[in-house]
């Protein structure tokens, strides 16, 4: 009977969370893991904020970055898919997504040409 009435709501969240991405851990309020849509098995990203281990002003920081990608629309940011807060675990899925960290280390330019690809990529998201 008590089961009915503390339901966790995370069971309602329509992705499966997958393994941890360690190149975040410790740097940022989430944690990353890698996640599929239940059903079609999409892959996507799934930003994990723990509310028993963090301060409230990294849970204001953690709404307001949710706040800000549900509204942001812009070809080269990062997309939007869902998000569920209970009174543990905020989650947020978004496209599929490599921190960008991983992605320079693995990058095969050198040089002037690094300097360029990085330029562009900022240049992508000021226009």
Do not use: C
Request: negative net charge; aromatic residues 10%.
């Amino acid at each position: 009977m008590w089961s009915f009435f503390s339901r966790d709501p995370s069971k309602d969240f329509s992705f499966e969370i997958g393994e941890l991405v360690a190149s975040l851990i410790d740097k940022s309020v989430w944690n990353l893991h890698k996640g599929r849509k239940k059903g079609s098995n999409e892959e996507v990203s799934v930003f994990v904020f723990d509310l028993k281990s963090n301060t409230d002003a990294d849970l204001d920081i953690a709404k307001s970055a949710v706040k800000r990608l549900k509204t942001l629309r812009h070809p080269s940011v990062l997309t939007y898919i869902d998000s569920l807060e209970s009174d543990k675990v905020l989650y947020l899925a978004t496209e599929h997504v490599d921190p960008l960290k991983d992605h320079l280390e693995k990058l095969p330019l050198e040089g002037p040409q690094r300097d360029l690809y990085i330029a562009w990529g900022i240049f992508q998201i000021t226009v």
